[in-house]
């Protein structure tokens, strides 16, 4: 099982940056509906928890558990029917790889605001990584389909690795380009088209998608192996030196450069 602040990691990889709303694709969506960001504050007591959720969320981004817990837990005091403190204190928990305590917080979040995406795009992915496949999937289609929401790159990025997870490629890779195609610069979403087409045998095509991978984003051990593998394939020696530079300078002790020393390309 991977482990929980791998998970979460993995979460936020998986957004790839900012996606754009396919509007009027998507079914019709009340105010409810809207990531709880974005929904208007009703009183004093939801000002005051959405205060301390923000800030709470900006102490988890810099690895300060227990503070970021003590403010999701003072968000549930001021107002406890606002999902989005319930959904920082799961996260908390999924960071201290508390399973239990985070899913009855992820449930709470969703018995309150059922609508939400970005809840939805985050207790799916939970469940996904936690051995609860297809309910995830669900609330990640949920999530990808809300008209109100912006990053449907993110749900439909996650329902892809929830399909790698049991080796679904084709549907994974339906997920990925829809993905990709809302938001060219998800690079999660490009590097598993790459791979999946590197897969199937369809070289050329992966070159395509592994050079354009390397110039949007900063090459990462993984892409850089894919794109020397890639080369390596099509017999183009000189470009799969330039890759085997760069993953010696940039990620000398990964195990992809091992992969390499040791002949290992499939």
Request: glycine content about 8%; hydrophobic content about 35%.
């Amino acid at each position: 099982m991977i482990g929980f602040r791998t998970a979460l990691l993995l979460l936020a990889l998986a957004a790839g940056g900012t996606g754009c709303s396919s509007g009027g694709s998507r079914s019709k969506a009340g105010e409810s509906d809207r990531p709880s960001a974005d929904q208007p504050v009703t009183s004093d007591a939801r000002k005051r928890s959405r205060a301390h959720v923000e800030l709470g969320t900006e102490y988890l981004k810099a690895g300060r558990f227990g503070v970021a817990m003590e403010e999701a837990r003072i968000a549930i005091e001021e107002d406890p029917s606002y999902a989005a403190a319930h959904q920082l204190k799961a996260s908390v928990h999924v960071y201290l790889e508390e399973k239990k305590a985070a899913q009855d917080s992820f449930e709470r979040a969703l018995s309150l605001a059922p609508g939400d995406p970005e809840l939805a795009n985050s207790y799916g992915w939970f469940l996904c990584t936690n051995g609860e496949r297809s309910r995830g999937l669900d609330l990640l289609v949920k999530s990808a389909q809300n008209p109100y929401y912006e990053k449907a790159t993110r749900p439909y990025t996650n329902a892809g690795l929830c399909y790698l997870m049991d080796n679904n490629t084709e549907a994974a890779r339906v997920q990925f380009q829809r993905a990709y195609t809302l938001d060219p610069k998800n690079t999660t979403a490009l590097y598993n088209l790459a791979l999946i087409t590197y897969q199937k045998g369809d070289t050329q095509r992966a070159r395509e998608m592994t050079t354009e991978l390397n110039r949007i984003g900063d090459p990462t051990a993984a892409s850089l192996w894919l794109g020397l593998r890639v080369e390596h394939k099509l017999g183009n020696r000189e470009a799969e030196v330039a890759y085997l530079a760069q993953l010696k300078r940039r990620f000398p002790d990964s195990p992809e450069l091992q992969d390499y020393l040791q002949g290992r390309f499939d």
